[in-house]
């Protein structure tokens, strides 16, 4: 059995290989990496968010939209907590969070979803590692400590979140979360969504039963973009990210540089997101899974009693206006994504980074596709970004703010060469191959 997975962790790539070196399909790895995602990106991810699985099986493209959806009770931004989160100690984005902030999640019901489509192994068996890891604890890595530190007034702003996310000695266990973890594993995810966790969560925060019990998975047809010989399948809207790459892309087909590619991008643009996690993998059947996944910043609430940390995506002003209505889906700017040539995959790609995420798999699909470098050095390559006016640059590259070194700012692609099976992480966040 052969395949290969990129990711944003050490830790969620090795979970993902395990599997695959088992027998199990994409979105079995897949699968098992997004629940040990939870645990060591704990601060990025979790079955609180939402997010976009691009499965390519047997040829045929799908979309499963997760993402997070409007509560019957949201009424505005005018209860929301505002959190500075400061990159390098000149560069700050501000969140917006608390409880008012928190919408009906989706995370845990799309892994379901697609693990009964596309799985091949027992749902159960793949939360095994994600469990022992909860418990028994993990070292933190440089990245995943500093994470912790630039977002530690949010995710300690409960005393619930102080007890999660204390750490000690470089490590961290989430007990509660393994008994979550458990549970979800023994009797699937009903639970989160009209049982125990269900009745939890909305005793803390201002979602109701009916919220949860309303969600539904959608499917959709990826967007298709055609540039340089290839094709590109990405997410669709409601969703902004899949679109602007798009519009990226042809440009840079006619012709344009890559920072004008990205003021197209800007001049289009809509939505903002925080935190987030990819996971892109090709199993030996040539079987692809894409998987971008988020809380926003984190909405700082921990359900008591669970580790389960809650989105913040209703802070988003670009995500939600005060007019949404209830049950409606929020957009996004996440963009798991596939290049295919001659109608085979060739790369399987997706980034974290908030706004910057477009602009990171812009790049790294143009340095692939249209420069011909290999994945490991696409990813690896400097970037730019621009936004409101100025084009920011990582050492090697030029724009009117140069930064002293490569930062998570400019994005944390995860990709897979599909004809290789060479993987790359993004060094920007701690990412493994």
């Known amino acids: 059995m052969r395949g290969a997975i990129a990711a944003g962790h050490p830790l969620t790539w090795a979970v993902g290989q395990e599997v695959l070196e088992r027998g199990g399909s994409a979105v079995d790895a897949c699968c098992a990496a997004a629940f040990a995602s939870w645990v060591v990106e704990s601060a990025l991810t979790g079955p609180g968010g939402g997010g976009f699985l691009l499965a390519h099986f047997g040829g045929v493209s799908t979309v499963l939209d997760f993402f997070v959806a409007v509560p019957r009770a949201f009424g505005g931004r005018d209860e929301l907590l505002a959190l500075a989160v400061d990159f390098d100690g000149d560069t700050q984005q501000v969140f ?34 994600a469990v022992a890891l909860a418990r028994g604890g993990f070292e933190l890595t440089p990245m995943a400590t500093y994470l912790l530190d630039i977002l530690d007034p949010l995710l300690k702003h409960t005393p619930e979140g102080e007890a999660m996310y204390t750490r000690a000695g470089g490590r961290m266990a989430l007990p509660d979360f ?55 399948r990405t997410n669709p809207p409601p969703s902004s990210g899949g679109r602007l790459i798009g519009i990226g892309l042809e440009s840079l087909d006619r012709g344009s540089s890559v920072v004008e590619a990205m003021q197209a991008m800007e001049a289009a643009r809509t939505p903002a997101v925080g935190g987030t996690t990819h996971i892109s993998v090709v199993d030996g059947d040539g079987n692809v899974a894409s998987l971008s996944s988020s809380l926003g910043s984190g909405s700082g609430v921990v359900v008591p009693g669970t580790g389960i940390h809650l989105n913040n995506m209703l802070g988003e002003a670009d995500l939600a206006a005060v007019d949404a209505r209830p049950g409606e889906r929020l957009t996004s700017m996440m963009a798991p994504s596939l290049v295919l040539r001659e109608g085979a995959p060739r790369l399987v790609i997706g980034s974290a980074g908030s706004n910057r995420l477009r602009g990171a798999i812009l790049q790294v699909v143009h340095n692939v596709v249209g420069r011909g470098m290999s994945v490991r050095d696409a990813v690896n390559a400097p970037r730019v970004h621009y936004e409101a006016g100025e084009t920011h ?7 009117d703010v140069e930064w002293r ?11 897979v060469d599909a004809e290789s099976l060479e993987a790359a992480g993004d060094p920007r966040r701690g990412g493994a191959p």
């Open 96 to 129: 917006h969070t608390g409880p008012a902030a928190v919408a009906v999640p989706g995370t845990a019901l799309g892994l379901s979803v697609a693990h009964a489509r596309w799985g091949r192994l027992p749902w159960a068996d793949l939360f095994a590692r």
């Open 178 to 232: 393994a008994a979550t973890l458990e549970l979800l594993a023994r009797e699937g995810v009903e639970p989160l969504y009209s049982g125990e966790l269900a009745r939890e969560l909305c005793a803390h925060v201002p979602l109701t039963l009916e919220d949860l019990a309303a969600y539904e998975v959608m499917e959709r047809e990826p967007l298709s973009v055609f540039f340089g010989g290839h094709e590109l």
């Open 393 to 399: 640059a990582e050492p090697g590259a030029h724009g």
């Open 405 to 415: 070194e490569r930062n998570l700012f400019f994005g944390g692609v995860s990709a």
